[in-house]
């Protein structure tokens, strides 16, 4: 079954520190595969999406992922963490063969907490 | 305006009310989506409507009732709720047609207390 799994239902790191929050999914195609962010009370937002253009993806606000086939993996990184980096990450994959309305699935979700 | 806009904002209802949440996108896509958000629950995809039509109904119970007059406009009724209804029901758009890679754009939600 298609599936999509974020490791770590929360992530604490230090401002200033690595942001790593991880993404696998199961699929024997290449997806098309993205990263949205949720703030409070608020909608999701898009970070960054792969398309198969480049395996490396930068997005906004300091974010990039890295598609790597063999570990069917999509793990957010950011550099160097600022408290207004603290929100709830999704991570999300469409797979192919779904022509018309796009066919979606988002991962649990990482709550990221940023420590001052 | 500009992207997608969901009203009411919040909502409390009782178990026998009937209420309608609204979505409304100006961004020209061909389809768009209504999601339940719930605590520690993960994102549930509710209906989906593609060019008008409804696409996928993931055994939502009947109490929600969607509407898609034309577009642009989403409304997802209800009727007779429960509590564990209680939610943000977020609405999404997007342009699901040719090469285009089909990201959801998603309204600010509709925070839903059923009492």
């Keep these: ?116 | 305006e500009t992207g997608v806009t969901q009203t009411p904002r919040h909502l409390v209802m009782g178990m026998t009310n009937k209420k309608s949440l609204k979505c409304e996108q100006h961004l020209g896509h061909n389809a768009m989506y209504w999601y339940k958000q719930s605590a520690k629950k993960p994102l549930e995809l509710m209906f989906v409507y593609s060019l008008e039509e409804r696409v996928e109904n993931n055994s939502v119970p009947s109490r929600f009732s969607p509407e898609c007059p034309n577009s642009s406009h989403l409304f997802l009724h209800l009727h007779t709720l429960q509590p564990e209804d209680s939610a943000l029901y977020l609405c999404a758009s997007s342009q699901a047609r040719g090469l285009n890679t089909g990201e959801l754009f998603f309204g600010e939600g509709s925070r839903l207390t059923v009492l």
């Design chain 1, 1 to 116: 079954a298609q599936s999509v799994t974020q490791l770590g239902s929360h992530v604490s790191v230090s401002e200033g520190a690595l942001v790593l929050l991880r993404c696998n999914y199961s699929s024997s195609v290449p997806p098309y595969l993205f990263w949205y962010v949720q703030y409070p009370n608020q909608g999701l937002q898009l970070l960054l999406k792969y398309t198969s253009a480049a395996t490396l993806v930068k997005g906004i606000n300091g974010f990039e992922a890295e598609f790597k086939k063999s570990e069917t993996s999509f793990h957010l990184t950011k550099p160097s963490a600022h408290m207004s980096d603290a929100a709830e990450y999704f991570c999300a994959v469409r797979f192919s063969g779904y022509s018309s309305a796009s066919k979606i699935i988002f991962g649990s979700g990482t709550r990221l907490s940023i420590r001052p």
